[in-house]
């Protein structure tokens, strides 16, 4: 049967992205493309969304939760991934669902608060959370996740938000490695040898 992977960020709109297209590299990689299915979504952690809130509102602008989903990526985000030769032109943010939990057989959560986001919500999945430097082997958070809550803004951008080049890049090489390295964890967690 076919495992299914999520990769989990807040909107879904960068470190989940990069996470699901570099997972799936690897699982071609190593000719399990065809047994392992990736997806990502975004879960919004309560003290994300009260930062965001009051982010967005000195600019003047409010935005309701059912509003920050299905959106294209970052454009920051879309431009790494296709100088990176992964097609994201018809790629839409999406949230985390209990469809979508129902389907986990393991969930990577970028950050501590969205795996604890994921567990309060979806208790069902207590065992198939991990954050991406759990997955690893390693403690704490990613090293840009203070980074994440220093955005520009950019009022072209359906969320008034974005990162620089810099940051994506600098989010990219972190993801990579992380899943580089728990990869062998991963296989063991998802059931194949």
């Known amino acids: 049967m076919k495992k299914t992977i999520i990769t989990i960020c807040t909107a ?9 297209f570099f997972l799936q590299h690897l699982l071609k ?6 047994e392992v299915e990736v997806k990502s979504a975004g879960i919004m952690a309560d003290e994300y969304w009260n930062y965001y809130s009051k982010l967005i509102s000195s600019f003047g ?17 879309t431009s790494y991934l296709q100088k990176s030769g992964w097609e994201v032109e018809n790629y839409l943010s999406q949230e985390f669902t209990s469809a979508l939990a ?15 986001a994921l567990q309060e919500r ?22 840009l996740e203070e980074s994440y809550y220093k955005p520009e803004h950019d009022p072209a951008d359906p969320h008034f938000v974005c990162y620089s080049d810099q940051y994506v890049q600098a989010s990219a090489r972190e993801i990579e490695l992380c899943l580089l390295q728990g990869f062998p964890r991963l296989v063991e967690i998802i059931g194949f040898s």
């Open 12 to 20: 879904n709109r960068c470190r989940s992205i990069i996470a699901e």
């Open 61 to 77: 602008c409010t935005k309701n939760l059912d509003e920050f989903y299905g959106v294209a990526p970052y454009s920051t985000t």
């Open 122 to 143: 979806f208790p069902e999945l207590s065992e198939k959370v991990f954050t991406l430097r759990e997955l690893a082997g390693q403690d704490g958070h990613l090293l």
């Open 29 to 34: 990689e190593r000719h399990l493309e065809n």
């Open 102 to 116: 129902g389907a986990a057989s393991l969930v990577i959560a970028m950050e501590n608060e969205q795996k604890q």
